[in-house]
């Protein structure tokens, strides 16, 4: 992972896993991530990303913004998943959104939910505005130059699933402004 660069935020998620497991692991993806130089943030944790230092995802089903944002240090970050404008909303506060599925996403192949497509995720990130909005689901370097205007895109299969990731992740980075886009997408706290 050596050379990754700040701009590369990689999420720790591992769903069902038992918490120690779950700590372990991230870990171990703490120091592999911290020595390419890129960021950590876990996903749904507050425990483990105070433990690790990293930022913080929070599910749909999870806690809201304010909820947790007096827990974290003020230099980590907070983002949020959002399927509709309903859980936009509910997710008032965030430094960033991960808005989904923009397509159908190759990680959860039997995911049904409607694709929100361009304009879709377009009018979410409208609304959201002046929150970053990174695309996720199904997300295709392509598919990332067909979308309006973004902080950057979240990605697992198009990458996990490559034959050679770093080349892919590189391709995705190229088509973002400056080569790699923002690195949080985070907004000041006043």
Request: glycine share 12%; net charge positive; aromatic share 4%.
């Amino acid at each position: 992972m050596a050379g990754l660069g700040a701009e590369v935020c990689i999420q720790h998620r591992d769903p069902g896993t038992p918490i120690r497991a779950f700590l372990e692991r991230a870990r171990w993806l703490a120091d592999l991530v911290r020595s390419g130089g890129a960021q950590l943030a876990v996903n749904g944790r507050l425990d483990v990303a105070l433990l690790l230092g990293a930022h913080l995802h929070l599910p749909v089903d999870g806690p809201r913004p304010d909820e947790v944002r007096a827990h974290l240090p003020p230099d980590r970050w907070i983002s949020a998943a959002v399927h509709s404008p309903e859980e936009l909303t509910r997710a008032a506060g965030a430094d960033a959104f991960l808005v989904s599925p923009v397509h159908p996403p190759g990680s959860k192949p039997a995911d049904r939910r409607a694709a929100l497509g361009p304009e879709g995720f377009g009018l979410l990130a409208a609304r959201a505005a002046p929150t970053a909005c990174f695309a996720l689901g199904g997300m295709t370097p392509a598919r990332l130059r067909a979308l309006p205007p973004c902080a950057g895109v979240a990605v697992q299969s198009a990458i996990l699933a490559a034959e050679r990731p770093a080349e892919v992740a590189r391709a995705f980075l190229d088509v973002l402004p400056g080569g790699g886009g923002s690195t949080a997408g985070r907004r000041g706290r006043g």
